[in-house]
């Protein structure tokens, strides 16, 4: 069963290794905190929390491709959101995804109240064909209620188990 904890640049090379198994050129970055999902000992699920430009930015979540569907990336938006508390954040989504996304407080905004550098990234995907949009996850939201049960506090060291339930334990995984 996948467990679901934060760590940070010190695990960037299995990281990196992930994200390449699953054919993603994605690098992250030593000062990042990332919430990784493992499984059996190997990486299953990533995403990152990035400072970009003075802001708070989710990147690059990604859960492997037999693993899909199953709740296991609702969970690691759960173990994400504590990181950001208490400041805004923003994702590039795709369309499709918005309702996922907004389980953990998320609304799309209109790319010209987004900062600079992302409505440009936003702007190069929808070149690209990519069907997405802007979103900001505020600041002053709460965290998700259904978190109650779980430990509150983010880890105070960098790779340290954030003590959410496992996956089992959650009954959100088939
Ligand atoms: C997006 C992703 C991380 C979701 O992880 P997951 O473990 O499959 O997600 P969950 O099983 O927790 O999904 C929960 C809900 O999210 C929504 N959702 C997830 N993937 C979806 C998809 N491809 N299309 C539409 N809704 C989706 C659904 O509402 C789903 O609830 P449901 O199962 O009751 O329909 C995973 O599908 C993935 O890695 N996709 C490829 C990479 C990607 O697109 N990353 C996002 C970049 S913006």
């Not at 979540?61 to 508390?85: H, S, T, Y």
């Amino acid at each position: 069963m996948p467990t679901i904890r934060v760590t940070d640049g010190r695990g960037k090379a299995r990281v990196d290794a992930f994200y390449a198994s699953a054919g993603r050129r994605t690098r992250s970055a030593l000062a990042e905190r990332v919430v990784i999902a493992e499984e059996h000992g190997c990486i299953v699920g990533v995403v990152r929390l990035c400072e970009e430009e003075g802001h708070c930015v989710l990147r690059t979540m990604f859960v492997k491709e037999a693993l899909r569907g199953k709740g296991l990336g609702v969970l690691m938006l759960k173990a994400f959101e504590p990181l950001v508390q208490g400041r805004d954040c923003y994702c590039l989504s795709f369309d499709h995804l918005t309702t996922f996304y907004g389980q953990i407080g998320f609304v799309s905004i209109p790319k010209e109240s987004a900062p600079d550098h992302l409505r440009e990234r936003l702007e190069a995907n929808l070149r690209k064909g990519d069907k997405m949009l802007v979103m900001l996850r505020p600041a002053c939201l709460a965290r998700h209620e259904d978190l109650s049960g779980m430990e509150p506090t983010p880890p105070a060291s960098p790779d340290t188990s954030l003590r959410l339930p496992t996956v089992a334990e959650a009954s959100a995984f088939g």
